[in-house]
């Protein structure tokens, strides 16, 4: 009976292991590492000093007595939701709140040249006609920084303000309301040359930045959203090192001309509309250095370049695990794809329509193609380009397009089979989409986009494992063992 | 009835498949082939720290769907039928055990010796891909292991209905590759042919896709790797109108009434031809 007391427990006790690691997992917040408070200039000696057992215990009263271009420090504390009219800096020390009750903004700015930073700012009203927002803004040069908001219906809500900056600030909208009854976390409305950068922007509706030019927006992170930043008639902007995961569109750039869009992680864009890049009607754009990651699509082009003569510019981006890699219209061209690395995608290419892909889009620029990781081909010479082109066909994909019911049948063993039989009777070929005709045999890497964060426990795994491959040895171990049925009888 | 008699009879089931060269064969197979994908995986990803749901990572669901009812049919409909065949039955049913202890031990048995082929198979891969790519996408294969069970088992209850009516082994083995044929590849090719011929509406597709309890299986492994099932197209869209979060428990319940449908239906198609 010993033995079998022994083997009863050691199974017993692998199981407990790896029930243990289901528990242990690190409950760590996702974080990509982007977000940091910004360094702000140095409070001086002659700063008004506004706490709430100081002889200045009225902010409100303050500012509005206040010269133009003084410091007022608020020192910790609760304050009702202030304006401000005239130019001037605005430091919270210790984290004052400005709560709005649900009524509201929390901070309105009606001037150029005003600063606000280092304040926690809840809970404002709920109404789309008057823009409820945690901070808003009307005026050039103002500088947003190292806010907190919550429980805000818009975040930063800015218009006309020119050459401002937004930086360091946390956002997150209302939790348990869905994405479209949320407000926006950013909103930028006709105000060129604005600087948005290492911001962590949570669960609202989306982050706009329309009709304003040469806006820069870099690392920031971007999660639970529905747009993570929606560019619309702006010019020259650049997105560059920024975070956009679990949205339901990443990046999404309308009409406009000029943009970069360059080494970001756009992860999870899920759901019905989900693209990790949307491109609709954009003239002229470059798109390098991208991880796109498990998006539903993770590029779409509508029409993009849309003037003659302008040239889309897309290279060095990874683009991997996404159910379809790029989603183009048959109309779009002057598309330059080369050197980017198309990994896994559950189809590497869809024709968002009817007929094939426009001719004008090159996939290869120089000699130069894109990896492809369904390339059957070879590289005798070893110069790193496949010696026969990249075709994409599949009889399977093109019936899905065809006839979309058939989707339901996605990796059911008679697709395969079709596919099979397409390969072996060439009678019923599929019209290749798109050829690149020096495919790259190696995949490029990303660079310097934000590394994708992996939930998955490998403690988890390997415990489990071992438990079951313990369990199947006691199994083994009793059937060989005589009369052991008869309970030792 | 007597559990210890069907604890006995378990034992002696499970101890004739490891003895069963068709069982050899096809445990070694599974678990080859999973390493063999394990190993593409790992490949296919090409590089540290990006792994996910690809095309490589989707031939699981294809492998499973190959192998898993292949091995419950055939070592299901061989099950009553070889023990009749080698008079093993009769000399059984002479011994103060009832046919319902020897049914329930022997589906017991190949039950586990079923779930410990997938078990070995899914684990060791899982090590395997550990072992080569430090982590990225180790995952897969034990998120796919309850449903592969519940497929594995569903189609030994199939064949054990298949078992109860043959008289001959051989001819109990051949009506259970037709049915494993079937079941893989006909119904779906038929369907697929008829919602291209004739216009039948998504709800209706997805209906008539999901009474084969391989395509239930087929969809709720969808769902358990890519957590939705928006691939589908229209009929998933169907899917996620009528049961919404409850997808995954109706594909499974589909599974299960087939499961328990033909364990019944072979008890009593046995115990007909038995104790006639």
Same mark, same amino acid.
């Given at each position: 009976?010993?033995?079998?007391?022994?083997?009863?427990?050691?199974?017993?006790?692998?199981?407990?292991?790896?029930?243990?690691?289901?528990?242990?997992?690190?409950?760590?917040?996702?974080?990509?590492?982007?977000?940091?408070?910004?360094?702000?200039?140095?409070?001086?000696?002659?700063?008004?000093?506004?706490?709430?057992?100081?002889?200045?215990?009225?902010?409100?009263?303050?500012?509005?007595?206040?010269?133009? @271009?003084?410091?007022?420090?608020?020192?910790?504390?609760?304050?009702?939701?202030?304006?401000?009219?005239?130019?001037?800096?605005?430091?919270?020390? +210790?984290?004052?709140?400005?709560? #709005?009750?649900?009524?509201? =903004?929390?901070?309105?700015?009606?001037?150029?040249?005003?600063?606000?930073?280092?304040?926690?700012? /809840?809970?404002?009203?709920? &109404?789309?006609?008057?823009?409820?927002?945690?901070?808003?803004?009307?005026?050039?040069? %103002?500088?947003?920084?190292?806010?907190?908001?919550?429980?805000?219906?818009?975040?930063?809500?800015?218009?006309?303000?020119?050459?401002?900056?937004?930086?360091?600030?946390?956002?997150?909208?209302?939790?348990?309301?869905?994405?479209?009854?949320?407000? +926006?976390?950013?909103?930028?409305?006709?105000?060129?040359?604005?600087?948005?950068?290492?911001?962590?922007?949570?669960?609202?509706?989306?982050?706009?930045? *329309?009709?304003?030019?040469?806006?820069?927006?870099?690392?920031?992170?971007?999660?639970?959203?529905?747009?993570?930043?929606?560019?619309?008639? =702006?010019?020259?902007?650049?997105?560059?090192?920024?975070?956009?995961?679990?949205?339901?569109?990443?990046?999404?750039?309308?009409?406009?001309? /000029?943009?970069?869009?360059?080494?970001?992680?756009?992860?999870?864009?899920?759901?019905?509309?989900?693209?990790? $890049?949307g491109l609709k009607e954009v003239d002229g754009f470059e798109v390098t250095g991208n991880l796109i990651y498990d998006n539903r699509v993770g590029i779409y082009n509508?029409?993009?370049?849309?003037?003659?003569?302008?040239?889309?510019?897309?290279?060095?981006? %990874?683009?991997?695990?996404?159910?379809?890699?790029?989603?183009?219209?048959?109309?779009?061209?002057?598309?330059?794809?080369?050197?980017?690395?198309?990994?896994?995608?559950?189809?590497?290419?869809?024709?968002?329509?009817?007929?094939?892909? !426009? !001719?004008?889009?090159?996939?290869?620029?120089?000699?130069?193609?894109?990896?492809?990781?369904?390339?059957?081909?070879?590289?005798?010479?070893?110069?790193?380009?496949?010696?026969?082109?990249?075709?994409?066909? !599949?009889?399977?994909?093109?019936?899905?397009?065809?006839?979309?019911?058939?989707?339901?049948?996605?990796?059911?063993?008679?697709?395969?089979?079709?596919?099979?039989?397409?390969?072996?009777?060439?009678?019923?070929?599929?019209?290749?989409?798109?050829?690149? +005709?020096?495919?790259?045999?190696?995949?490029?890497?990303?660079?310097?986009?934000?590394?994708?964060?992996?939930?998955?426990?490998?403690?988890?795994?390997?415990?489990?494992?071992?438990?079951?491959?313990?369990?199947?040895?006691?199994?083994?171990?009793? #059937?060989?063992?005589?009369?052991? @049925?008869?309970? @030792?009888? | 009835?007597?559990?210890? =008699?069907?604890?006995?009879?378990?034992?002696?089931?499970?101890?004739?498949? $490891?003895?069963?060269?068709?069982?050899?064969?096809?445990?070694?197979?599974?678990?080859?082939?999973?390493?063999?994908?394990?190993?593409?995986?790992?490949?296919?990803?090409?590089?540290?720290?990006?792994?996910?749901?690809?095309?490589?990572? #989707?031939?699981?669901?294809?492998?499973?769907?190959?192998?898993?009812?292949?091995?419950?049919?055939?070592?299901?409909?061989?099950?009553?039928?070889?023990? /009749?065949?080698?008079?093993?039955?009769?000399?059984?049913?002479?011994?103060?055990? &009832?046919?319902?202890?020897?049914?329930?031990a022997k589906f017991l048995g190949l039950a586990i010796a079923i779930a410990g082929a997938i078990a070995i198979g899914f684990s060791i891969s899982s090590l395997a891909?550990?072992?080569?790519? @430090?982590?990225?996408?180790?995952?897969?294969?034990?998120?796919?292991?309850?449903?592969?069970?519940?497929?594995?088992?569903?189609?030994?209850?199939?064949?054990?209905?298949? !078992?109860?009516?043959?008289?001959?082994?051989?001819?109990?083995?051949?009506?259970?590759?037709?049915? *494993?044929?079937?079941?893989?590849?006909?119904?779906?090719?038929?369907?697929?042919? #008829?919602?291209?011929? %004739?216009?039948?509406?998504?709800?209706?597709?997805?209906?008539?896709?999901?009474?084969?309890?391989?395509? =239930?299986?087929?969809?709720?492994?969808?769902?358990?790797?890519?957590?939705?099932?928006?691939?589908?197209?229209?009929?998933?869209?169907?899917?996620?109108?009528?049961?919404?979060?409850?997808?995954?428990?109706?594909?499974?319940?589909?599974?299960?009434?087939?499961?328990?449908?033909?364990?019944?239906?072979?008890?009593?198609?046995?115990?007909?031809?038995?104790?006639?």
């Amino acid at each position: 009976m010993s033995g079998a007391r022994i083997v009863l427990a050691l199974v017993l006790g692998s199981w407990l292991i790896a029930g243990y690691t289901t528990f242990a997992k690190d409950a760590e917040e996702t974080s990509s590492g982007l977000f940091h408070l910004v360094e702000t200039d140095p409070v001086p000696d002659d700063a008004i000093r506004v706490c709430e057992s100081c002889a200045n215990n009225d902010l409100q009263a303050t500012i509005d007595s206040a010269d133009e @271009g003084v410091v007022i420090v608020v020192v910790g504390g609760s304050w009702a939701p202030v304006s401000i009219d005239k130019p001037l800096r605005l430091a919270g020390e +210790d984290w004052p709140v400005i709560d #709005a009750m649900g009524k509201g =903004s929390g901070i309105t700015i009606a001037s150029a040249d005003v600063t606000v930073e280092g304040f926690d700012i /809840r809970s404002t009203g709920r &109404s789309f006609d008057h823009e409820d927002s945690g901070i808003y803004f009307e005026g050039e040069r %103002v500088r947003i920084l190292n806010n907190r908001l919550s429980e805000v219906l818009f975040g930063v809500n800015g218009a006309l303000g020119h050459d401002s900056e937004i930086a360091g600030n946390t956002i997150s909208g209302q939790t348990g309301v869905s994405e479209g009854l949320r407000g +926006d976390g950013l909103k930028i409305w006709y105000s060129h040359r604005v600087q948005i950068h290492n911001n962590d922007i949570r669960n609202v509706r989306d982050s706009l930045v *329309w009709y304003s030019n040469e806006c820069n927006v870099y690392e920031n992170s971007v999660q639970g959203s529905r747009y993570g930043f929606h560019f619309m008639n =702006s010019d020259d902007g650049v997105a560059r090192r920024n975070s956009l995961v679990d949205n339901s569109v990443g990046i999404y750039i309308m009409y406009g001309k /000029r943009f970069t869009v360059a080494d970001n992680l756009l992860e999870g864009s899920r759901g019905p509309s989900g693209q990790g $890049l949307g491109l609709k009607e954009v003239d002229g754009f470059e798109v390098t250095g991208n991880l796109i990651y498990d998006n539903r699509v993770g590029i779409y082009n509508d029409n993009s370049p849309y003037s003659i003569g302008q040239i889309g510019w897309l290279s060095d981006n %990874v683009i991997a695990y996404n159910d379809s890699g790029l989603g183009i219209v048959p109309s779009a061209r002057d598309n330059i794809y080369t050197h980017n690395s198309f990994v896994e995608n559950l189809e590497q290419v869809t024709v968002l329509g009817s007929g094939a892909l !426009s !001719s004008g889009n090159q996939w290869s620029y120089e000699g130069v193609g894109n990896f492809w990781s369904d390339y059957s081909g070879y590289d005798a010479d070893g110069d790193g380009v496949g010696d026969i082109p990249y075709q994409n066909t !599949s009889i399977a994909e093109e019936l899905r397009r065809t006839h979309p019911q058939l989707q339901l049948f996605r990796f059911s063993l008679a697709e395969r089979a079709i596919d099979f039989a397409a390969q072996a009777m060439p009678l019923f070929e599929a019209e290749a989409i798109l050829m690149d +005709d020096s495919p790259l045999v190696n995949a490029p890497t990303p660079q310097n986009a934000p590394e994708v964060t992996s939930n998955e426990s490998t403690l988890h795994t390997t415990a489990l494992s071992v438990s079951l491959m313990a369990t199947v040895g006691a199994g083994i171990w009793w #059937a060989r063992r005589p009369g052991a @049925g008869l309970g @030792g009888a | 009835m007597s559990s210890r =008699s069907v604890l006995t009879l378990t034992q002696r089931e499970l101890l004739d498949a $490891l003895r069963n060269r068709w069982f050899i064969v096809y445990a070694a197979a599974f678990l080859v082939l999973c390493i063999s994908l394990a190993a593409m995986i790992v490949n296919s990803a090409g590089y540290a720290g990006i792994s996910g749901f690809g095309r490589t990572a #989707a031939g699981l669901i294809n492998l499973v769907l190959f192998l898993a009812p292949l091995m419950g049919l055939t070592l299901g409909a061989q099950s009553l039928s070889a023990e /009749r065949e080698q008079g093993t039955l009769a000399y059984l049913l002479a011994q103060p055990v &009832s046919l319902g202890e020897i049914f329930l031990a022997k589906f017991l048995g190949l039950a586990i010796a079923i779930a410990g082929a997938i078990a070995i198979g899914f684990s060791i891969s899982s090590l395997a891909i550990m072992y080569w790519s @430090g982590g990225a996408g180790v995952g897969i294969f034990l998120r796919l292991l309850p449903l592969t069970l519940l497929l594995g088992w569903t189609t030994l209850a199939i064949g054990f209905v298949i !078992s109860a009516v043959s008289d001959k082994t051989v001819s109990a083995l051949g009506i259970g590759v037709v049915a *494993w044929l079937l079941l893989v590849l006909i119904g779906d090719l038929g369907l697929m042919g #008829a919602s291209v011929a %004739v216009s039948i509406s998504p709800g209706m597709l997805l209906t008539l896709t999901i009474v084969n309890p391989l395509e =239930s299986f087929r969809i709720a492994s969808i769902l358990q790797l890519r957590n939705s099932i928006e691939l589908l197209g229209p009929s998933g869209l169907v899917a996620n109108d009528r049961f919404g979060d409850l997808t995954l428990w109706v594909l499974v319940g589909v599974m299960i009434v087939w499961l328990t449908g033909a364990t019944m239906l072979a008890y009593v198609l046995a115990r007909r031809r038995e104790l006639q």
